[in-house]
């Protein structure tokens, strides 16, 4: 579908400035969320050395199955709701839609849950190699209901551009809920179901905050009253948006399998670990995700290419400024931060390395998707996973059976790499025109800047000895990047 070209005007210079406070509010917001988040790592820790690696290691392939599970019981429903909501306005029967869409995948996860519960537990952990994880796949089977109802409700959230509700509740509420819980329940002698009680009852709670923020958007109307299907508009979107969000999950989750299947249960734990300090990294971009979609779903049918290059460089400059010096930081303490999770986790060093230093890229050239789906082509997006998953599968088999962690972290960040070239290419296509401006190019220099003044200051000061050397370079890349990047770009 395109959208033919509007002109300039008052109005859209309206529209462009609130896109810049919407993003600037998400950026304080996740700054905010950052910032309460100092703690959680330091809570994972204890986590991690009070179960071992082993119970870790199986909490993360169960983990893995249900993220899996709820992409295929959302139906994209969720990410579909991003897009639509911004244009449900123009539909009469939107509400009827919403909750049709709401009340159909609610049923289908508990159907889910039942038979992952009942029928699916022991097949599952027998596969996996660990048959004593059974019982707690059974527990963590019925998270599948309030994942669906928190996913739901935070999507037609940010669809309304209340983006703290992503950060807030997803990011900080859960996250801090599960480890809480989760060290509550271990010295209270659960030390066989704590980790998965812990995750149920996280997402329960998130479940139920999320629902208190639709009901305020959306009044009770949005949960109850007559049914309506939805559009052929929204199931043209929906379809291959569920396909794409349910092979985006498989593959984020198929290098923790492969590292299963050619590794011990504590390599498994190890690479578990890899992965969640990467996220800090990566979930930057992965929060500015649902804001950018419906920036881009709201841009793209105003059809203002002004508008459209203003916003995505905007929302790509944040990204790269807020990645990197969290990217710097693993940088030069990843030694001795990795160690603190126990015994044999110093062989997570290299692979957070690499895995975060692909994210860095996946932050500047990632958002090219959301202007492919803007312009409703999520058909597309699925042809290029599909691609991605291929070229993942194949790497995953050539390098994590010699390589282990660092091979599977090479094949993450090379795929996603390729995803995001083929994106850019499509959604130039698509929008005919080139979404950065020199703001983008200006950031990326002051990072580069603030990354080669930081390595000069630990290799001249090597003689002071590794923590002073570190803080100093750290101190000295801060600067180069507030007085090249963010002081010069965002005033």
């Known amino acids: 579908m395109s959208y033919p070209p509007a002109p300039m005007s008052q109005t859209s210079a309206g529209s462009t400035e609130r896109d810049a406070r919407d993003l600037q509010r998400g950026l304080a917001v996740n700054l905010l969320g950052y910032v309460l988040k100092l703690a ?9 050395r009070a179960f071992g690696a ?84 059974r527990w963590m089977a019925w998270t599948l209901v309030p994942m669906v ?26 996250s801090f809920c599960f480890v809480g819980l989760a060290l509550v329940l271990f010295y209270a002698g659960l030390r ?39 559009s052929p508009e929204l199931v043209r979107y929906a379809w291959p948006q569920w396909g794409s969000e349910l092979l985006m999950t498989a593959l984020a989750r198929v290098d ?41 779903s709201d841009i793209v049918a105003s059809g203002d290419k002004s508008r459209l290059r203003e916003g995505f ?57 959301f202007i492919v789906s803007g312009y409703g082509r999520t058909d597309l997006l ?6 991605m998953a291929v070229y993942q599968a194949i790497a995953l088999m050539m390098l994590v059976p010699s390589y282990g962690a660092v091979g599977a972290s090479i094949a993450v960040g090379s795929a996603h790499a ?17 979404p950065y401006n020199a703001d983008v190019a200006r950031a990326a220099s002051a990072s580069l800047g603030a990354f080669a003044a930081g390595g000069a200051v630990v290799w001249l000061a090597a003689g002071l000895g590794p923590w002073p050397s570190r803080l100093l370079a750290s101190v000295v890349f801060g600067a180069v990047l507030w007085l090249t990047g963010w002081r010069r770009i965002m005033r």
């Not at 935070?154 to 509700?165: F, L, M, N």
């Not at 050619?262 to 969640?276: F, I, L, N």
């Not at 699925?382 to 691609?387: P, R």
Request: proline share 3%; hydrophobic share 60%.
């Open 54 to 137: 082993e119970a870790w290691g199986q909490y993360t392939v169960s983990e893995a199955v249900l993220l899996i599970a709820v992409r295929v019981v959302l139906l994209g429903f969720d990410k579909t709701l991003l897009w639509w909501v911004p244009r449900m306005d123009a539909d009469g029967e939107a509400l009827a839609r919403l909750r049709g869409a709401f009340w159909s995948t609610l049923g289908l996860s508990l159907l889910s849950s039942l038979l992952i519960s009942a029928l699916f537990a022991d097949a599952i952990a027998a596969w996996r190699g660990a048959p004593e994880a059974a019982t707690a796949l």
């Open 418 to 434: 390729l995803a995001n070239v083929v994106q850019a290419i499509q959604g130039n296509k698509l929008s005919g025109i080139n």
């Open 256 to 296: 923790v399998l492969a590292v299963s299947y050619w590794g011990s249960p504590a390599a498994v734990g190890v690479y578990g670990v890899v992965v969640r300090v990467g996220n800090a990294v990566r979930s930057v971009r992965r929060s500015y995700d649902p804001i950018v979609i419906t920036l881009m």
């Open 192 to 230: 066989e179901s704590g980790l998965a009680i812990a995750y149920f009852v996280a997402y329960a709670i998130g479940a139920a905050a999320s629902l208190v923020v639709f009901v305020q958007l959306f009044g009770m109307q949005g949960l109850f009253g007559r049914f309506a299907r939805p």
């Open 149 to 174: 109802i928190m996913e739901l409700c935070i999507s037609a959230a940010i669809g309304k551009r209340k983006v703290e509700s992503h950060v807030l509740i997803r990011d900080l509420l859960v």
């Open 382 to 387: 699925l042809f290029d996973l599909i691609g």
């Open 313 to 369: 460089s905007r929302a790509t400059v944040l990204v790269m400024l807020t990645q990197v010096p969290i990217f710097a930081a693993l940088a030069l303490f990843a030694d001795e931060l990795m160690p603190l999770f126990g015994a044999g986790f110093d062989q997570a060093i290299a692979p957070v390395v690499i895995i975060c230093a692909f994210w860095i890229l996946n932050g500047a050239v990632g958002l090219n998707g």
């Open 40 to 48: 959680h790592p330091v809570l994972l820790i204890g986590v991690v």
